[in-house]
């Protein structure tokens, strides 16, 4: 089972040189510790950053420099700050090849559910729905389970929805899964380390496919 730094430095692997990236608020946020220092990657924050680097040290924190989710952030060489609605275009024109999202519920057709809880007070939207319109690439970073132990990846998303059909791939703290095509359900690619086919299985409410010999995430 992977801790979110687990599934972060997994999600990393996902990255490919040359790629704008938009990494989304919570555990997506740790990937940028984790890309191929070989890698020439952008990444892109909507608050209106391009080349955002890994987190900062003690020494390196500047409390101006903020991503999405106020966190401080550090800058790579060449990097430019601008308007969030210059940050928007870019999104919106599809310029970005990669967002890492995090993610409430996902469903079995791709589906995602990961801006709002009813009852519980949240001050927006912010990026999500843009991003996933937008995007030619979305993965998704979540617990394959909820806090009482409820399955996370549905048949159906039961909270409110961000996005359709747009779920490309999930990594969890148990799996590595593809949403498949036409409906087609989740497809189990990993297993986390210790994690058994079984466990997922048991883990999963959506349709599941499982094909020979799952083999474990290499971290």
Not at 17 to 46: C, K, M, R, W
Not at 186 to 193: M, T
Request: hydrophobic content about 40%; some cysteine.
């Amino acid at each position: 089972m992977l801790d979110k730094y687990g599934i972060a430095k997994r999600i990393a692997q996902e990255v490919r040189d040359g790629y704008y990236v938009n990494l989304g608020i919570g555990i997506p946020t740790l990937v940028a510790n984790y890309i191929p220092e070989h890698f020439n990657i952008v990444l892109q924050s909507e608050n209106g950053l391009l080349g955002m680097g890994p987190f900062p040290t003690k020494e390196e924190v500047d409390p101006d420099l903020i991503n999405a989710g106020k966190q401080t952030i550090t800058m790579i060489k060449g990097a430019s700050i601008f308007s969030s609605a210059d940050s928007f275009a870019m999104i919106r024109s599809g310029k970005i090849d990669l967002t890492i999202l995090g993610a409430m519920e996902v469903s079995e057709n791709g589906d995602i559910a990961n801006w709002k809880i009813p009852g519980k007070m949240v001050k927006g939207m912010g990026g999500a729905m843009d991003l996933v319109a937008s995007a030619k690439n979305i993965i998704v970073a979540m617990q394959h389970k909820s806090k009482d132990g409820q399955s996370k990846l549905l048949k159906k998303c039961s909270l409110p929805i961000t996005g359709l059909h747009c779920v490309k791939k999930i990594v969890t703290d148990l799996a590595v899964l593809e949403v498949l095509p036409n409906n087609g359900g989740f497809k189990l690619l990993e297993r986390a380390p210790s994690v058994s086919v079984e466990e997922i299985r048991d883990s999963t409410e959506g349709k599941l496919t499982i094909e020979g010999e799952i083999p474990e995430m290499l971290i």
